[in-house]
């Protein structure tokens, strides 16, 4: 799983740890789950040089809540749960399983829940990877010409 989308299934098991979580396309194309579930979608915009050892990379995510049918109704799932996290974490959030910290662009955040069955929630986000490299052996021992300390 990308680092990305990872620390996005951090961020909602921790907004709701009752809902489970699909991130395989099409799976949730296909219809084959029981809500209530969150499918969760990352798709890279731009990844740019930020400095030597670093690149700034810019994407878009999309969280579908399903709700669960009850009594033959669907019953609505708040988004202020993850709304809280994200206003209590300043649109920053750092992810438990790899420590990846994305920061979200709260003027993209947009939250659509006029479909009965689901709410769309939407933002754009950005973080920084390092580049990886070869590993060097460092020089730990001087050798300076004319030198008798």
């Known amino acids: ?8 299934v951090d961020l909602v098991n ?5 809902l489970a979580i699909i991130v395989n396309l099409e799976e949730w194309l296909s219809g084959s789950f029981t809500p209530p579930v969150a499918f969760i979608e ?12 670093t690149y700034r990379v810019i994407a878009d995510a999309g969280i ?4 669960p049918k009850e009594d033959g109704y669907y019953k609505a799932v708040s988004s202020e749960p993850l ?6 974490e300043k649109y920053s959030y750092r992810g438990k399983a790899d420590g990846l910290l994305i920061d979200i ?14 709410t769309e929630i939407t933002f754009r986000f950005e973080y920084l990877l390092t580049v ?8 730990n021992t001087f050798e300076v010409e004319g030198y008798h300390g």
């Open 132 to 139: 990886p490299r070869e590993k060097v052996e460092k020089i």
């Open 14 to 18: 921790q907004a709701y740890p009752e």
């Open 64 to 67: 579908v809540i399903h709700y």
């Open 42 to 53: 990352t798709q890279s915009v731009t990844e740019k040089a930020n400095s030597l050892t």
């Open 1 to 8: 799983m990308e680092k990305d989308l990872s620390t996005l």
């Open 83 to 88: 709304r809280t996290i994200l206003r209590k």
């Open 105 to 118: 662009n709260p003027s993209t955040l947009e939250v659509n829940n006029s479909k009965k069955d689901r």
